[in-house]
């Protein structure tokens, strides 16, 4: 599966006294990514919630900052999939920002992996996840 | 009735690029210190959600920023209510620090007015205050 | 002046345990407006911030909350600037939301005014706005 | 070297629409109680960015959520420093919720580790602790 990206800019909500985006602030970015992931295979978290009665949550993540983000900076934010259990996706992803120098490519900024869980709404069981998202997301049937 | 006050510490989630907490970010604390205010009153919002069923949405605020707050600074948020309504509760509020100096007593940071509603937890319709609340309040009966 | 709007999609991280966008969030929306406004009329406030030193500090919000935004709306946030000083803007701003029927048109969900006063960088004293951005607004000399 | 603690309250602003504290809202708490520990040992960190001019960044985190928190909860987050770098400290944390029958004591609700590095506050260029911090954890001697 190709992967997914998108852009992400910079505003003063997002910078902290330090001039450069607070560490938790990349954890927003990452999840809109994968929000808007969602959206480009046709679902929206808030149907999802009415019906099948479902939301994702994220059980770890793990980040390594190498280059802080400053205002006004435009990153791209990447997000891959992979299905790895009934009710659990896998995402790689990573924050990037094009170079000033355009032939130099983007330099990234942050790397992470997130785990999340499709559980029921209200009870934040595990539940498992729906066929038409694992259809769309290519994936083998899982027993 | 006497003012209430909730202390409230600056950290670094809070401040912005420019060296100061970010404007948006002061609507915070001084929704902390309404919560504590109303927690003070014997009052926890989450148990008012399951009953009777409401919840406090603010129709209106006005918010005069007059010195900026920086990282560390131990913040004063002052809340007095005043039930101008069935439904409804007008608070004036102040943020305010510590001068360095303190026979200089503290400075004020930020003046607000929070108009706020009671309005059913589902459908976000005005309801009337719950009468143990307007008591608290020391509030003459409302028709 | 015509009116620049900008818009503004609804995420996780923005709605609160009600089930709506929390309060404080408008103020993030409509400083991404005044932000991308700046920059429609070729300013980077991270360069003004360098070169002349100058960064906008705010000064007042006056904002009246109308109808709840909710996770996925995809919101419009307006923004319209009028000079009011040597070194202070004016806005008026409003979120809107295009109704489910279009025919409708946009429903207004909150509006806002917002004073905008242009301060040094370090010492957060007032500075005569450039004169490019008064300029660019369409201003008058101011004396 | 004893576990540091510190006392966290939830409010609205931590809460997202699915009833429960947003995900990255825990690098907050986390930040805080590092914060908090920091102060316990006599250091502030505008006065350290001012003299010797240093901040710390978060370059590593790892985070493992396991049960939700919600509205109103009155969490515990630990800290445990070790220094293992020149520039370089380790924190292990943990987030934590007394249980209602206070018999069970504590239920852990995210367990967290993160790498902090020591840099010049200009240039984000790591920096050597200063021997002052280094003695505050009682570290022994770094070459």
């Given at each position: 599966m190709s992967?997914?990206?998108?852009?992400v800019r910079v505003y003063w909500e997002d910078t902290d006294g330090g001039g450069v985006v607070y560490y938790?602030?990349?954890l927003k970015y990452l999840e809109?990514?994968?929000?808007?992931?969602?959206r480009s295979l046709g679902f929206s978290q808030r149907a999802l919630a009415q019906d099948p009665g479902i939301v994702f949550t994220v059980?770890?993540?793990?980040?390594?900052?190498r280059r802080p983000a400053r205002l006004d900076d435009e990153l791209?934010?990447?997000c891959d999939a992979k299905i790895d259990?009934?009710?659990?996706?896998?995402?790689?992803?990573?924050?990037s920002r094009y170079a000033v120098d355009a032939a130099e490519g983007a330099e990234t900024l942050a790397v992470a992996r997130a785990q999340i869980v499709c559980v029921d709404a209200r009870t934040f069981k595990p539940k498992r996840l729906p066929?038409?998202?694992?259809?769309?997301l290519g994936a083998p049937e899982l027993k």
């Amino acid at each position: 599966m190709s992967t997914f990206s998108w852009s992400v800019r910079v505003y003063w909500e997002d910078t902290d006294g330090g001039g450069v985006v607070y560490y938790a602030n990349y954890l927003k970015y990452l999840e809109r990514a994968r929000t808007e992931w969602l959206r480009s295979l046709g679902f929206s978290q808030r149907a999802l919630a009415q019906d099948p009665g479902i939301v994702f949550t994220v059980t770890d993540v793990n980040i390594q900052y190498r280059r802080p983000a400053r205002l006004d900076d435009e990153l791209i934010v990447s997000c891959d999939a992979k299905i790895d259990g009934a009710a659990s996706i896998s995402f790689e992803q990573r924050v990037s920002r094009y170079a000033v120098d355009a032939a130099e490519g983007a330099e990234t900024l942050a790397v992470a992996r997130a785990q999340i869980v499709c559980v029921d709404a209200r009870t934040f069981k595990p539940k498992r996840l729906p066929p038409l998202i694992k259809n769309a997301l290519g994936a083998p049937e899982l027993k």
